[in-house]
Structure formats: C-alpha cells, structure tokens
T-cell receptor, first 114, second 112 residues
C-alpha cells in the first residue's frame, strides 16, 4: 500500500519553543492530508485538514495560530506547534489518501514538552 | 456521519477467530463501514471497508447484516501481533477530501 512518512518520530523540547513535524506521501500525491493528535489511552482526535496550496481547515476548538499547518507541495505537509507548553505533549499523527478510499497514516510523532 | 458503538475490550485466544462487533443503527444508505486498527504507539492501519455486501481481503472479513445496522470484523486466525485497538467508522464515500472521525474502538487482546 501507499506510504506516509512522518518525521521526527519523537521530539523533546523546552517550553516556549516551536516544533515542526513533517508528513510526506512517498509514492503518491496528496492534495489533502489530515493531522490528528492522541493523548495516552484516548482515541485519535482530528485537528485539521491540510489542503495543498490553500489554508488548512481546523476542527472546532483547535487553535490555528498555535498549530500552524503548511501544505506547500503535493507530497509534503508540515505541522508547527508554536510556543509549545507541557499540555501540548501528545502523539501527533498525519494521514493521506492515495486516491482510493483508504486512509494511510504516518507512524506518528511523540512530542514531549518540558 | 453515523455514530458507531463498539465494546471497549475483548480477549481472543491465539489461533482462534476474533470476531469484533460494531453497531451502527443510524447508518444511511450511502454510508460505508470502515475498519482500522492501531497497534500501540503506531499510526492506524486500514483493514477493510464495505457498503452492504460481505467483504474479504488478506487481513480480515467484514460481515454486514442485511439491515446494515451492525457489522462484524473477523480475523480468522488471530496472532499475538493482532493485539491492537480496532476502530469501526461509518462515513460517506467522499474521495480524497473526506475526513475520518475515530471513536473509542475495541481493544483486542490476543492471548497465548
């Protein structure tokens, strides 16, 4: 199946700094990618829909100025957590479709903010 | 999209069939049933999807009742590596832009 690569796998940062997470579709083009976050023992929560060449669409309650999404090409979307705080510590996961009804997910990024 | 109800947890013996139920009594005619699973600390993985006919692939079988109000995912010979959270999701077919909303899923524990 299609491959979605996410980098880094884990990151530790100091409170107040910004962290960028990359999501790449390796063998297909993705006009739309999705970003999720997941807290321990909870389900995935959709944060936003990333659209190539246009602004992302954020779910209710997700701060767009804090979670900056850029989808500059058909194979790359980035999520930047700005001014990260301990409460932003979470597992972030991206996903994309390859033109089929299947959604392919990255391996996730574990963010720990100290 | 229609809401789904799944048992929070299930156990299964290794080598036996794992049958995971899902209720979706408010499903509409153009909504599909999708199954994904998430192994601990990994991104979810697509398993199978269907509209009204039973479906089978190399991973699993999907049995949808005639009234479409419920379905069962069957892993024919469960292995320890099948231990994961299984999500049943109902949504309309919507191409690349359709988002996927996850519920709480069923934690399947396969035991030796």
């Amino acid at each position: 199946g299609a491959v979605v690569s996410q980098h880094p796998s884990w990151v530790i940062c100091k409170s107040g700094t910004s962290v960028k997470i990359e999501c790449r579709s390796l063998d297909f083009q993705a006009t739309t990618m999705f970003w999720y976050r997941q807290f321990p023992k909870q389900s995935l929560m959709l944060m936003a829909t990333s659209n190539e060449g246009s602004k992302a669409t954020y779910e209710q309650g997700v701060e767009k100025d804090k979670f900056l999404i850029n989808h500059a090409s058909l194979t790359l979307s980035t999520l930047t957590v700005t001014s990260a705080h301990p409460e932003d510590s979470s597992f972030y996961i991206c996903s994309a479709r390859d033109g089929s009804e299947k959604l392919f997910f990255g391996s996730g990024t574990q963010l720990s903010v100290l | 999209d229609a809401k789904t109800t799944q048992p929070p947890s299930m156990d299964c013996a290794e080598g036996r069939a794992a049958n995971l139920p899902c209720n979706h009594s408010t499903i509409s005619g153009n909504e599909y049933v999708y199954w994904y699973r998430q192994i601990h600390s990994q991104g979810p993985q697509y398993i199978i999807h269907g509209l009204k006919n039973n479906e089978t692939n190399e991973m699993a079988s999907l049995i949808i009742t005639e009234d479409r109000k419920s379905s069962t995912l069957i892993l024919p010979h469960a292995t320890l590596r099948d231990t994961a959270v299984y999500y049943c999701i109902v949504r309309k077919r919507s191409g690349n832009t359709g988002k996927l909303i996850f519920g709480q899923g069923t934690t399947l524990q396969v035991k030796p």
